[in-house]
């Protein structure tokens, strides 16, 4: 089982749309997926029309209550998230196991819940690195945050990697001092538009970069996705396909490089 946090500083550059994207594509190739939403806004649950109320990720928080898993498509399970999920973080302020309850349920739950059937778990993030940010991390092999071209991309980028630094200092077991936040981090730049100088501008300053994914083309096809027709059911329709075939050459490419880092991390 491989699992992998998306995660932002600040929103509005595709997280959730690429989280959906990734699952979706490994669920394509036969591999079971199990994504948990745990941002509040929800975004990743109402993708697959589902607004539930009880029985979601913020209980993992509290400790009280049952977690619904619910088969949403073929080859994929969801963990709702709930709109409440910043009540049970803010309980969990002066706690000294608040950024491991999740770790904690996935160690409870593993036989009971059979979560050694998924081969990969896609978490959702809110865009903040609070407690359930803190909390996906710490089980996360790998960490992907989307890259926009924009004024503060950098400034987002930066931020990001200082904070996950210190994190990794805070969490360290003792008397080794190892730390216990092992997931490897990568930038994954998002809504590329190739005729912009901001699109152009960072492409060329992330290529000297190390941890730098390939990149997501802007589309109007993600505005048209939808539960019964996603991306990937629309690269795998031919008609689709020919009429874009430069876009889902690249998101393909990317799509590619993403699965295989995952799988090496």
Not at 45 to 56: A, E, L
Request: glycine share 4%; net charge negative; charged share 25%.
């Amino acid at each position: 089982m491989k699992l992998v946090s998306f995660v932002a500083i600040k929103g509005g550059v595709g997280k959730t749309t690429l989280a959906l994207l990734t699952g979706q594509y490994l669920a394509q190739k036969g591999n079971k997926v199990l994504f948990i939403d745990l941002d509040h806004q929800c975004n990743l649950s109402h993708f697959y029309n589902i607004y539930q109320d009880s029985q979601t990720v913020s209980n993992i928080f509290t400790g009280i209550g049952d977690v619904s898993i619910l088969s949403i498509a073929p080859n994929i399970d969801l963990i709702p998230g709930s709109m409440r999920l910043d009540e049970a973080e803010r309980k969990l302020e002066t706690n000294p196991n608040q950024n491991m309850r999740l770790y904690d349920w996935l160690d409870d739950n593993y036989d009971s819940r059979n979560l050694e059937q998924y081969d990969f778990v896609i978490i959702d993030c809110r865009p903040d690195f609070g407690i359930a940010t803190r909390n996906a991390i710490a089980v996360s092999h790998t960490i992907f945050s989307p890259i926009t071209p924009s004024d503060f991309a950098f400034e987002a980028k930066e931020n990001l990697e200082i904070r996950l630094e210190q994190y990794r200092q805070t969490e360290i077991i003792h008397p080794s001092r190892e730390s216990l936040i092992t997931a490897k981090l990568f930038f994954l730049p998002n809504m590329i538009k190739h005729n912009t100088a901001k699109s152009k501008e960072l492409l060329e300053v992330l290529q000297s970069e190390e941890g730098i994914v390939h990149y997501i083309p802007q589309k109007e096809l993600f505005n048209r996705a939808s539960q019964d027709n996603t991306i990937i059911d629309m690269m795998n329709d031919s008609v689709t396909r020919n009429v874009n075939r430069g876009f889902f050459f690249t998101l393909e490419e990317t799509l590619e490089q993403v699965e295989s880092i995952i799988q090496q991390s």
